[in-house]
């Protein structure tokens, strides 16, 4: 705000030098004495007529009315002459109320047409948050992972460059790209905890979210040296659960959730997952806590999740993408948890020939028996367009996404494609 006053000051100041300077530096007119000066070029023009009627360009007649004409013209301008006076001083009072009143002008008109809450940093803050700048920045964040990638071609013995630059290609999407890349850090650097996390998990997004396999034996490794670490006992929750071994899973899950607070949202999943492991052990829900933790939570939060158990989803395609895409790609329909593990929940699949189109999603299509529609209170459904079917998003499809928040999901939700994978 101390800035912009004394920006406006001096343009202000600028402005008045424009109207002042020249107000207050003008000096009166001197006397102009008319009546000789038409005189003498009365006597100028008379002399010049001479001459003509001397070497015969005017005959005498011509002459003679040419000096009247002169005569009657002089006499004219006598008596209509005079001297002009004026006063230096004249307009000079119009100083002082240019200098008040500009500027006090000036302030009327910002407080009616300008904002003042541009001088609030907060407000600021929040308004450079619009749709353009987060494009800027997703485009300025794909231009560093890129000089990232090429300067580890340049130097691939960077083990840390290498995980680096598989958690950004996971945070975009390319889950081909992630794996080489952490697969990449996991020869450099060997059997570390984060390293071989962060590659289970991106193995297991190419696998249609599955830790079966390579990302289960890696899991177990990397809990067995961190036993405490939040991501591996997560994933070895899930792995356990998706094997159906749903005791171990009761267990990580639990240890995990002394880690956040019974307020917290991860929490409350943690919760619901236990809930629902516990009920396929044939035991309570309610025995998910310590006697501490459960004399610890609310009557709010110690309540199971009541999601329903399926989702209604209308699916069209955007206007950008018509004549774009082929009718025989598949239309890739599934929904997530906004918390937790991205392993879908359930997953339809059709073609773009049957756009538009109604689905529904259900706990009938989980994966994973405690991972379901109705498990989370908050979801994610993605509707993406592929040309192969694959379940890794690869940059340059097409797909809509929607966030449902809340257990109650009565009604159609609308998915419309309309963004591009970057």
Do not use: C
């Amino acid at each position: 705000m101390f800035q912009f006053g004394i920006f406006a000051a001096l343009l202000l100041l600028v402005a008045l030098s424009f109207i002042l300077i020249p107000l207050l530096t003008a000096r009166g007119l001197a006397k102009s004495d008319e009546e000789q000066t038409n005189i003498l070029l009365a006597q100028n023009k008379l002399r010049e007529l001479k001459d003509d009627l001397a070497n015969g360009s005017l005959t005498q007649e011509q002459y003679d009315s040419a000096k009247e004409e002169l005569e009657v013209g002089l006499y004219h301008d006598l008596q209509s002459g005079g001297e002009v006076i004026v006063d230096e001083n004249k307009g000079r009072w119009l100083a002082i109320p240019l200098i008040i009143f500009v500027p006090l002008v000036a302030l009327a008109l910002y407080s009616i047409i300008g904002d003042p809450r541009a001088f609030n940093t907060s407000i600021a803050t929040k308004q450079a948050q619009n749709p353009k700048e987060v494009s800027d920045k997703a485009l300025q964040m794909n231009a560093m992972v890129e000089k990232l990638a090429q300067r580890l071609q340049k130097e691939p013995g960077d083990a840390k460059g290498w995980l680096m630059l598989g958690q950004a290609y996971k945070l975009l999407q390319r889950g081909s790209d992630a794996v080489a890349a952490l697969r990449k850090a996991y020869e450099l650097q060997g059997d570390q905890p984060e390293v071989m996390l962060q590659l289970a998990d991106a193995i297991a997004t190419t696998n249609d979210g599955s830790l079966k396999g390579e990302p289960a034996t890696l899991i177990n490794k990397a809990i067995a040296l961190a036993p405490d670490n939040e991501m591996g006992l997560w994933l070895a929750g899930m792995a356990k659960a998706e094997e159906g071994d749903f005791a171990p899973a009761v267990n990580y899950w639990t240890k995990l959730q002394q880690h956040y607070k019974p307020e917290d949202q991860a929490y409350q999943e943690l919760q619901d997952y236990i809930g629902k492991a516990n009920a396929r052990l044939g035991k309570p829900a309610g025995i998910v806590n310590s006697s501490e933790q459960q004399a610890a939570a609310t009557p709010t939060q110690q309540k199971e999740v009541k999601a329903a158990s399926s989702v209604k989803i209308k699916v069209t395609l955007g206007d950008a993408f018509k004549g774009k895409v082929k009718a025989d790609d598949y239309v890739l329909i599934y929904a997530q948890a906004l918390v937790g593990p991205k392993a879908p929940l359930a997953v339809v699949k059709h073609q773009v020939k049957d756009l538009p189109l109604e689905v529904v999603l259900d706990d009938s299509m989980a994966m994973i028996p405690t991972m379901t529609v109705s498990s989370v209170e908050n979801i994610k459904v993605t509707a993406r367009i592929s040309a192969t079917g694959t379940a890794t998003p690869q940059p340059g499809e097409a797909f809509g996404a929607i966030e449902i928040k809340g257990a109650d999901r009565a009604g159609v939700k609308s998915v419309v494609i309309a963004d591009t994978i970057k």
